[in-house]
Structure formats: C-alpha cells, structure tokens
C-alpha cells in the first residue's frame, strides 16, 4: 500500500469516532451507532430473531459499549469488539426464542411498520427473507460468516473482517465472490424462489 489519500477503513473511522467519544465528545457515539447498526443488525437477524429481538440485542450490545468504554485498550478494536458482543447477545436470546411465542402471530396497527404495507406484503417479504436465508444456511460456514457481516457495509473494511472472521485478507474479495455465486446457483435452481 502506498501512503497519500488512501480512503479511512470503516473500523479505523469506527476506532477514530469511538476515540474521540471517550474524549469527551458524546455526540460521536451517535455517529459511531449509525455507521455500524447495518452490520450489527444483519448480525443479529443471521442468528434467525426477529426484528424486535435484533433491535434488543443491539440495544444491549451498544449500553454494554457505552458502560465497558474505557475497558477497550485499541480504540480501533471497536468494530471487532461490537460484531463479537453482537453474536455473542444475539446467540444467547435465540436460545430463549426457541419456544414459539404468541406475539409473533399478532398483527398490530401501531407497530412501527410503514403504515402502508399490508399484512400480504410482509407476509411475502419475510417468506421471500426466509427463502433467501434458508438457502445461506446451506451454504459452507465461512461463506455464511463472511455473507452474514459483508452483506449491509457499503465499503468492507477487509483488514478487519480479516482478523475478525480468521481468513487472509487477499482471500475475502474471491471468497466472497464464490459464495455469491454458489448462492445464484442454489437461489435458480429453487422452483419456489422468485426475484422481486
């Protein structure tokens, strides 16, 4: 890599906010929980909870943050930190959803759904959602991983998945390229999947 006008990683922005939170400035905290919620989030939901036990995962995950700030040594460690502390929560309230719960059957009109979708539009969105992740679930282990945490960072911080997923940095572009396509070719051969 040559020096000069390199583009900031997102875990060195993720460290450079979280440093200059316990700096004194609280107003990057709310920085740091915009850019990285995506990937949390899709972290969270590839452990199979719903969105109301992502959002409280999430929330636990970035409280657990703001209490144990001063225990992070590397500031840039954050994002490894949080992805860890995400499927760590998220793992430990799938086990209690195991049991099938009677508010997931209900249907309320003061949930925080755009009001304009249907009840038909969410059920076929969150069956074509289904679809889709059954056919990642089959996929190998280190495709699942890297597909789970790439899939919603506009520019992947490589260096980071790297140490965080255990793989060889020049290994993430490809891998991730033939995981994909592993994923195309399952997805058409699916009679039952249909691209919307």
Known sequence: MTGGTTEESLAARAGRLFAEYRSGDPDKMADLVQILTPILWHTARATRLDAAAAEDVLQTVWL??????????????????????????????????????????????????????????????????????????????????????????????????????????????????RCLAKLRVALAQDPTWELR
Request: aromatic fraction near 4%.
């Open 64 to 177: 657990s943050l703001v209490r144990k700030a001063d225990t992070i040594l590397e500031p840039v460690a954050v994002l490894q930190w949080l992805v860890i502390s995400t499927k760590r929560e998220s793992w430990r309230v799938a086990r209690g959803q195991a049991k099938t719960r009677p508010e997931d059957m209900e249907v309320t009109g003061t949930a925080d759904h755009e009001a304009t979708e249907t009840v038909e539009d969410e059920v076929l969105r969150s069956d074509t959602q289904r679809r889709l992740w059954a056919h990642i679930e089959q996929l190998p282990e280190r495709c699942r991983a890297l597909l789970r945490v790439i899939a919603f960072s506009d520019r992947p911080d490589y260096a980071e998945l790297a140490k965080a997923l255990g793989m060889p940095q020049g290994s993430i572009g490809p891998t991730r390229g």
